[in-house]
């Protein structure tokens, strides 16, 4: 009474045997009567004799058609209807080429299109993590156009990158099962399959996997084709583990289940394919066949009842079908309240019903179907997307005992329970279905050429650091990366300290150099106007033990922390110890061998021989090297720095800044370069002088002490510069540099004066013998003009 008052709907069924070709067929049988119907018009038709024609009856008023279940199907009928403007709803078509508007204009569904559900397992690869898979599709429009819109929408949304897309034919060839398998294991790693199949190439599918010893290997993602259907993975659930599929959403009507489960032979003759149905639900015959030879198959008896003799579940279409029958039900009474207005029953308005209004009042229909959700149409026909997500778990470890069991939903939005899943072996974590794995900290992805989802991972090596997954950038010069790559830090700053085991040496050496060299002044001091300290000359023993000094004393400086003050005083002093100590040994060596040269020739002594001359020579070759110092310290200020590039290794965890003054490599030679010049100057003098009396011991140990200062510098240059790119070059030049100066003035003070204070302090018997040799070897040289006593050369 509410809903079509006085007006019944009546239903022809025709069976599609789920084949297109078959299905035209059975739409032209009621189309035809629609021809001819039409077409029999007020035509003048006149017969033999005279006699009034016979008419056929009036064609069917098929107002609308409810079907079909496979998407080829609707198809190829939905082309033939929409010629008639009759309208069509599916409860069971998905493909999405149905929604093409111009094309299928007449067609409508309840259920939603595999654009919804490839939108929706998109969703799902994309929430377990996966983001490498394949898909596989059966020869026809459901597969095809559902692996179509599956990779459409990835590629839209990104993130998801489709290894392979195979094909399986319409009638496989021997072997060909196998073959696919072997084909989707070009690409191990792409462990999701995607799969758009029928029942029986889903079944073959998993078949073939089997027999290829790759259980638990593939992942599979299954369209509503599979479902929760039991026949697909029948005898081959170990195969099934963990296989996620989607279906419609759905719930079973009680109300059927009741109705259908008592029907028998005798209450449901109306239903003509119910014999055949009740044969084989019950596994038995109805009537002998004449050529049947198999005695096993037993008669039914008809007393059979269905959910008790046999297993029972309602078939999922079931819904789908009673929304599809309500949906043009409510069409027809939307159009009735409008046409016809208070009129019970059919109004001419609607005799014969227009398709095209029908139409507009089915896509206007909004109500709640047999499951209690809405039922509505879009622009094109098609049902809002629910979908049910399904995964298929073993039961206490036993896949033959699993079963179906729901992990989400999707309603244009993802809801999946991933801690529900449960995954072949029983595992709980997600497998993965990666063409790369993740890159680890430090390294940069690159990418492989059109295939946005494959990389190899390159660690970002030496200074460099990642920057983010696709870059890696050097460190700035004062900074090193961190141990795990992924930034930078600071590197350690290190200098040569008083407690360097490098610094141990020099120090040693210096502060023994100090103390003899104190020693010896001290005992000259002392003993000032004993013969042997005059004979030594005074002055310029002092100017040289002074020298002595400083370059013992430089030895603190070149350990000290580098700052202002201590890098002027490194310029300063470094040269200036060896300046006035080589400047004296010249003057000393130079005074020697003019004396003797001017003896052979005559008895008149050479000019500036006295103490006062040789002061000033010493000091004005000294004030050269002062005057440079000065002038660098002013064109140049002093200062320290920091070098990273000094010890910058190899291995970043190794490198260090090195703490020093800004003077490189050759300004520091430079630096020793005018001392370097008088030690050579020297040397040649005390060639020279070498052939001076036996008696005149004083030039020998003079040019003993330049051919070994030679030697220690020969050998000091090539350590210098061979150690440059050494990790502890710091340490290496500094202990040499500051070794060499203490072994040079080691010699100068040993070879010239410990021999002089051991006579002053152990022998003084000897100070008068050691005059009086002096004399005479002096008045052989040279005799002193009368009434001036000649100083000892020495």
């Known amino acids: 009474p509410a809903l079509l008052p006085g007006v019944r709907l009546g239903a022809r069924l025709l069976d599609t045997c789920s084949r297109d070709t078959y299905a035209l067929e059975q739409a032209l049988s009621f189309v035809q009567a629609l021809i001819q119907g039409r077409g029999d018009g007020h035509d003048a038709v006149r017969c033999p004799g005279g006699a009034p024609p016979l008419r056929a009856a009036p064609p069917e008023r098929v107002v609308a058609v409810v079907g079909a279940s496979a998407s080829s199907v609707s198809i190829m009928v939905a082309n033939v209807l929409r010629l008639f403007a009759i309208p069509q709803i599916s409860y069971a078509s998905t493909a999405p080429e149905l929604s093409d508007s111009t094309r299928y204009d007449f067609f409508s569904r309840v259920v939603p299109p595999d654009s919804y559900q490839a939108q929706a397992m998109v969703d799902i690869v994309r929430a377990l993590g996966w983001n490498y ?7 026809g429009n459901y597969g095809e156009s559902g692996v179509e819109a599956f990779v459409q929408i ?158 029972y579940e309602q078939e999922g279409k079931v819904q789908f079908v009673i929304d599809a029958v309500y949906a043009i039900a409510h069409a027809l009474h939307s159009m009735h309240q409008a046409l016809c207005p208070g009129h019970l029953g059919l109004c001419p308005a609607m005799e014969p019903t227009d398709g095209r209004t029908l139409l507009q009042y089915i896509r206007a229909v909004r109500f709640n179907g047999s499951a209690g959700t809405p039922v509505m149409f879009n622009e094109n026909g098609d049902a809002p997307g629910r979908y049910d997500i399904f995964q298929y778990q073993a039961t206490n470890g036993s896949a033959h005992s699993g079963g179906y069991q729901v992990v989400g939903q999707w309603a244009e939005a993802l809801r999946l329970d991933v801690e529900a899943l449960l995954w072949s072996g029983g595992q709980r974590e997600v497998p993965t279905s990666l063409c790369s794995l993740p890159c680890g900290p430090g390294e940069r992805k690159k990418m492989v050429k059109g295939v946005p989802c494959c990389w190899h991972c390159e660690a970002c090596d030496g200074y460099r650091f990642q920057v983010d997954e696709f870059t890696c950038e050097s460190c700035p010069g004062d900074m090193r990366p961190m141990p795990n790559h992924t930034g930078c830090r600071p590197t350690p700053v290190v200098r040569l300290t008083w407690a360097s085991p490098w610094a141990a040496l020099p120090l040693l050496l210096a502060v023994l150099g100090i103390m003899a060299t104190t020693t010896v002044v001290g005992t000259f001091v002392r003993h000032n106007d004993t ?81 006062t001359s040789q002061l000033v020579i010493t000091f004005s070759l000294t004030s050269l090297q002062v005057v440079g110092v000065i002038a660098w310290l002013g064109a140049q200020p002093p200062h320290s720095v920091i070098d990273y590039e000094e010890q ?33 100057t020297c040397t040649v003098y005390a060639v020279k002088a070498r052939g001076v009396p036996e008696t005149f011991n004083e030039a020998k140990p003079i040019g003993f002490t330049m051919y070994t200062t030679c030697i220690i510098w020969l050998a000091f240059v090539p350590i210098f510069f061979g150690t440059a790119q050494s990790a502890e070059k710091i340490y290496i030049q500094t202990t040499t540099l500051t070794v060499s100066l203490s072994l040079s003035a080691s010699v100068s003070l040993g070879m010239l004066y410990v021999p002089k204070t051991y006579v002053i302090l152990f022998h003084p018997e000897q100070n008068v013998q050691k005059r009086k040799r002096s004399l005479k070897a002096t008045t052989t040289a040279a005799a002193p003009p009368k009434g001036e006593e000649k100083e000892d050369p020495k």
């Not at 990104?158 to 195979?166: E, F, K, L």
């Not at 002092?542 to 202002?564: D, K, N, R, S, W």
């Not at 190899?650 to 703490?659: F, K, M, S, T, Y």
Request: net charge positive; aromatic share 8%; charged share 25%.
């Open 133 to 139: 898979v394949s898909t596989l599709a059966s020869e």
């Open 154 to 311: 990835s590629r839209e949304a990104g993130g998801v990158c489709i290894a392979q897309s195979i094909k399986i034919p319409r009638e496989p060839r021997p072997g060909e099962f196998n073959k696919v398998i072997k084909r989707l294991m070009e690409t191990p790693n792409a462990r999701g399959i995607i799969i758009f199949a029928n029942e029986d190439d889903i079944r073959r599918v998993l078949e073939a996997t089997r027999q290829a010893n790759l259980t638990g290997h593939f992942l599979w993602v299954g369209s509503d084709s599979w479902g929760s259907k039991i026949s697909p993975i029948l005898s081959l659930e170990d195969v099934a583990v963990g296989a996620i599929t989607i279906l419609p959403k759905r719930a079973s009507i009680d109300g059927f289940d009741q109705y259908f489960m008592t029907r028998s032979l005798e209450n449901n003759r109306r239903n003509i394919w119910f014999a055949e149905f009740w044969e084989e639900n019950f596994n038995c015959k109805l009537t002998s066949s004449g050529n049947q030879a198999d005695d096993s198959v037993r008669k039914c008896t008809g007393e059979e009842r269905i959910g008790q003799d046999s297993a």
């Open 531 to 611: 013969p042997i300290v005059r004979a030594s000359g005074r002055e310029l023993s002092y100017v040289l033990l002074t020298g002595i000094f400083l370059i013992y004393a430089i030895t603190f400086l070149m350990v000290a922390e580098p700052g202002a003050a201590v890098c002027a005083a490194r310029r300063l002093f470094l040269g200036l110890g060896t300046t006035l100590s080589y400047s004296a040994l010249l003057t000393k060596t130079n005074r020697i061998y003019r004396i003797f040269e001017q003896g052979k020739r005559s008895v008149t002594p050479p000019p500036f021989i006295s103490p």
């Open 648 to 680: 910058r290794t190899v291995d970043p965890e190794q490198a260090r800044g090195v703490l020093k003054c800004d003077m490189s490599d050759l300004s520091l030679i430079g630096c020793l370069g005018y001392s370097l010049l008088l030690m050579v």
